[in-house]
T-cell receptor, first 110, second 111 residues
Framework: KQEVTQIPAALSVPEGENLVLNCSFT??????LQWFRQDPGKGLTSLLL?????REQTSGRLNASLDKSSGRSTLYIAASQPGDSATYLC?????????FGTGTRLKVLA | SAVISQKPSRDICQRGTSLTIQCQVD?????MFWYRQQPGQSLTLIAT?????????ESGFVIDKFPISRPNLTFSTLTVSNMSPEDSSIYLC????????FGPGTRLTVT
């Protein structure tokens, strides 16, 4: 059974810092991995999608990496801003469904 | 990218009643998913709804409690039946079109 864990559960950093969010999964047989952000009381916004054959994806200040063999993905946020404050979720795609991680609550202080 | 709308956005319901949540997509998609997000928790998949077939429910979720309809490739409904306070959650629908896209969610409070 696939289990997805995110570390840390919560993170508070001053504005401008570079930071790394971690996502671990127990079954390496995945089709893809997707990172989302969720603002309080809102739905999920897709940030990056990494196919199983890819090693990383970049979008603006965000960079996500995938190491299937070790069951890990990281989301790197450069030059963090208060607007980045949200909960970040990773989700792995198995044979027919997605399994979500436990989430990291990020607060960027001005 | 797919654009998804949900109705209602929020509701407060009395225990023992039922609520039907609607999910509308702006394009035809094969796979639709319904999730529950309990307060302070991550997302848990309730069921996968493909057009033309019965929904596939995850462990811990049953059709009598969460009946789902999928009449066409752009629309689905989830009903939360015989509600109790434990059903208070955000309910989200999503679709897969290369990647997963989510609706804004329905915040349900059961009193």
């Amino acid at each position: 059974k696939q289990e997805v864990t995110q570390i840390p559960a919560a993170l508070s950093v001053p504005e401008g810092e570079n930071l790394v969010l971690n996502c671990s999964f127990t079954d390496s047989a995945i089709y893809n991995l997707q990172w989302f952000r969720q603002d309080p009381g809102k739905g999920l916004t897709s940030l990056l999608l990494i196919q199983s054959s890819q090693r990383e994806q970049t979008s603006g200040r965000l960079n996500a990496s995938l190491d299937k063999s070790s069951g890990r993905s990281t989301l790197y946020i450069a030059a963090s801003q208060p607007g980045d404050s949200a909960t970040y979720l990773c989700a792995v795609r198995g044979t027919y469904k997605y399994i979500f991680g436990t989430g990291t609550r990020l607060k960027v202080l001005a | 990218s797919a654009v998804i709308s949900q109705k209602p956005s929020r509701d407060i319901c009395q225990r023992g009643t039922s609520l039907t949540i609607q999910c509308q997509v702006d394009s035809q998609v094969t796979m639709m998913f319904w999730y529950r997000q309990q307060p302070g928790q991550s997302l848990t998949l309730i069921a996968t709804a493909n057009q033309g077939s019965e929904a596939t429910y995850e462990s811990g979720f049953v059709i009598d409690k969460f009946p789902i309809s999928r009449p066409n490739l752009t629309f689905s409904t989830l009903t939360v039946s015989n509600m109790s306070p434990e059903d208070s959650s955000i309910y989200l629908c999503s679709v897969e079109d290369g990647e997963q896209y989510f609706g804004p969610g329905t915040r349900l409070t059961v009193t």
